[in-house]
């Protein structure tokens, strides 16, 4: 939002300057030393199949440092390492695995309980539901027809 918008003039805020130090002369009056390479490099040159010849410098690879030998690992432990891995994921997988029986168990036995009560609820309407209209006589009360008796209106 701009400062014009608000109504109000915007809250003043403290300016910090950073000056740079000067060096002392000190500092730079300290002599310069140049320093020699131990050995100068050899340069090699390198003549190409269309005749042209390439000068530079060799370049050698970095030596990596030599890794300190592993102590041998004898084959017993690692076959015991193994074992006791398999037997872990085999108790979990069987941990798993019951619980996932008693679970599909649970759901299957409120799926019957489900068809039960619905199976129950449809036989208890077959049988309380019409009581009292066990003929097969037709009444229409809106059109006044009533088959058993003959009278049309």
Same mark, same amino acid.
Request: proline content about 9%; aromatic content about 6%.
């Given at each position: 939002?701009?400062?014009?918008?608000?109504?109000?003039?915007?809250?003043?805020?403290?300016?910090?300057?950073?000056?740079?130090?000067?060096?002392? +002369?000190?500092?730079?009056?300290?002599?310069?030393?140049?320093?020699? +390479?131990?050995?100068?490099?050899?340069?090699?040159?390198?003549?190409?199949?269309?005749?042209?010849?390439?000068? $530079?410098?060799?370049?050698? +690879? /970095?030596?990596?440092?030599?890794?300190?030998?592993? +102590?041998? &690992?004898?084959? /017993?432990?690692?076959?015991?390492?193994?074992?006791?891995?398999?037997?872990?994921?085999?108790?979990? @997988?069987?941990?798993?695995?019951?619980?996932? &029986?008693?679970? =599909?168990?649970?759901?299957?036995?409120? =799926?019957? &309980?489900?068809?039960?009560?619905?199976?129950? $609820?449809?036989?208890?309407?077959?049988?309380?539901?019409?009581?009292?209209?066990?003929?097969?006589?037709?009444?229409?009360?809106?059109?006044?027809?009533?088959?058993?008796?003959?009278?049309? @209106?």
């Amino acid at each position: 939002m701009r400062s014009e918008n608000t109504g109000h003039a915007p809250a003043a805020r403290p300016v910090e300057v950073h000056r740079p130090t000067p060096l002392t +002369p000190d500092a730079l009056a300290a002599p310069l030393t140049p320093v020699q +390479p131990a050995a100068v490099p050899t340069v090699a040159s390198v003549v190409l199949p269309d005749g042209r010849v390439v000068t $530079g410098y060799a370049v050698h +690879p /970095a030596q990596p440092e030599p890794v300190a030998a592993k +102590p041998a &690992i004898s084959r /017993a432990a690692v076959n015991i390492a193994l074992g006791g891995i398999g037997f872990g994921a085999v108790c979990g @997988g069987l941990f798993l695995l019951t619980a996932f &029986i008693a679970a =599909l168990t649970a759901f299957i036995t409120q =799926l019957v &309980i489900l068809a039960a009560v619905i199976f129950g $609820g449809w036989i208890a309407v077959q049988v309380f539901g019409r009581s009292g209209h066990r003929g097969g006589t037709t009444v229409n009360i809106r059109k006044a027809v009533i088959k058993r008796n003959h009278f049309h @209106g």
